[in-house]
């Protein structure tokens, strides 16, 4: 190898710093790895910027999805230790906070929804029970008086995304992980076809592994061999900033009715969210998209009228034909992938980092991820 190749040869070569690249990153460079992340525009400018941040496997639990409950949950164990670390080496509040969120049906059909929501809930032994109206407004003062019936979930709890990325961008420079702004363009692969490094701004960037993890784009990637790329689609999310006093937070759960949620932050902001749609790589935001947030929000909870608008913005979420996250190994020697992260990429950023690591490390995952590997794909996508 010559000098050139010797300074800038890492361990592993990781492409994308959303949430993903960057949480695996320092989980990697944490246990001795030499890494480097590439990022085409500014780290957590994907998904990750946008996103609300609720790390709610059980309010967000949905029927046929038992595989992504087991993960989800693991990962929200995980999370008081992941930014407990991250806060201690960056000194930045994450935001995150054990709130636990309020399920609130706003009319009779909303209410048989919720109770069938409930219903799944406890039928994998957690116990979300039924609130009327009176106790519902207890809790939360500030929810619509109309209200018919609410669930109240303790275990979920909710982080501010952008302060995450903050944080690890601190943690990361201190363990010397460098972060490159560059588009990875071409995969280097040795004489066996093994992947070797990356090809970005022209020029070689040799490691000895190789980690995909640019989000909604893994299915498009041109640097990912098409034999090996998940069938992951975008599907558009606009979200709404109000801002309001922290002194007298609007709300200080999560609240989520059938057709809205809204996240608080620490400093007195209100996340409203989000559209679903399947519109492609489209990141306009609408005038449609703004009216209905703002509409169910106001149905929600009357209070944020008074609030300041503070904008909008859209994002794309990185999805899978089965909702589920890939994970794991491709069939290319070095290339390993983690994408497909869809609603919950926030929430599943630890056990991510640490199934990757290990399976880069140790030849296995870190943590249970089986329900996520690649290769489910192999015979009817790929
Ligand atoms: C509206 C909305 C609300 C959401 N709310 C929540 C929530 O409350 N809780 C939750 O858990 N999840 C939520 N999510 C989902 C979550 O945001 C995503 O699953 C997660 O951010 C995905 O992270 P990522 O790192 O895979 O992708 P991204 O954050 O999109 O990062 C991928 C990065 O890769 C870069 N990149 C791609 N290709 C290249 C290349 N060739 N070269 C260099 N760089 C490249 C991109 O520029 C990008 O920065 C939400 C998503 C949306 C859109």
Redesign the pocket.
């Known amino acids: 190898m010559n000098e050139a190749e010797n300074r800038t040869r890492s361990d592993v070569a990781v492409?994308?710093?959303?949430?993903?690249?960057l949480a695996t990153a320092l989980e990697l460079a944490t246990r001795g790895l030499k890494v480097t992340v590439?990022?085409?525009?500014t780290?957590?400018?994907?998904?990750?910027?946008?996103?609300?941040?609720?790390?709610?496997p059980i309010g967000e639990l949905e029927f046929g999805e038992p595989g992504l409950l087991s993960m989800s949950l693991r990962s929200r164990e995980l999370y008081p230790g992941f930014v407990a670390a991250l806060e201690a080496a960056s000194g930045i509040d994450t935001g995150f906070r054990e709130t636990g969120a309020l399920h609130v049906a706003l009319d009779r059909d909303e209410a048989g929804e919720l109770r069938r929501s409930m219903d799944l809930q406890q039928s994998h032994g957690f116990d979300s029970g039924w609130l009327g109206p009176i106790a519902a407004r207890e809790l939360e003062p500030g929810v619509s008086p109309s209200l018919a019936g609410a669930v109240l979930v303790e275990q979920d709890a909710v982080v501010d995304?952008r302060a995450l990325v903050e944080a690890l961008r601190f943690a990361l420079t201190e363990v010397g992980v460098e972060i490159i702004q560059?588009?990875?363009?071409g995969l280097l692969r040795g004489p066996n076809g093994r992947a070797e490094g990356v090809v970005?701004s022209q020029a070689d960037f040799p490691a000895g592994c190789v980690l995909a993890?640019?989000?909604?784009?893994a299915g498009i990637?041109g640097?990912i061999p098409e034999e090996v790329r998940p069938p992951v689609r975008p599907v558009k999310?606009?979200?709404a900033e109000l801002r309001g006093d922290p002194e007298s937070p609007a709300c200080s759960r999560i609240l989520g009715s059938e057709r809205v949620y809204l996240?608080p932050r620490p400093d007195g902001r209100l996340i409203v969210?989000?559209t679903v749609e399947e519109m492609g790589f489209d990141r306009t935001v609408t005038a449609g998209g703004a009216h209905e947030l703002l509409r169910e929000a106001y149905r929600l909870l009357p209070d944020v009228a008074e609030m300041e608008f503070a904008g909008i913005e859209a994002?794309?979420?990185?999805a899978t034909p089965d909702n589920l996250p890939v994970i794991g190994p491709t069939g290319i020697d070095g290339l390993v992938i983690?994408?497909g992260?869809?609603?919950?990429?926030?929430?599943?950023a630890p056990i991510t980092a640490r199934a990757v690591a290990g399976l880069i490390i140790d030849g296995r995952p870190g943590e249970e991820i089986g329900a996520a590997s690649p290769t489910r794909f192999k015979t009817e996508e790929l």
Do not use: C, K
């Open positions: 492409v994308g710093a959303g949430l993903i690249g590439f990022e085409r525009d780290p957590g400018s994907g998904a990750t910027r946008v996103a609300a941040g609720m790390l709610a995304p560059a588009e990875v363009t970005a993890a640019p989000g909604a784009e990637a640097w999310g606009q979200v996240a969210g989000a994002g794309l979420r990185p983690a994408s992260h869809y609603r919950n990429g926030i929430l599943l």
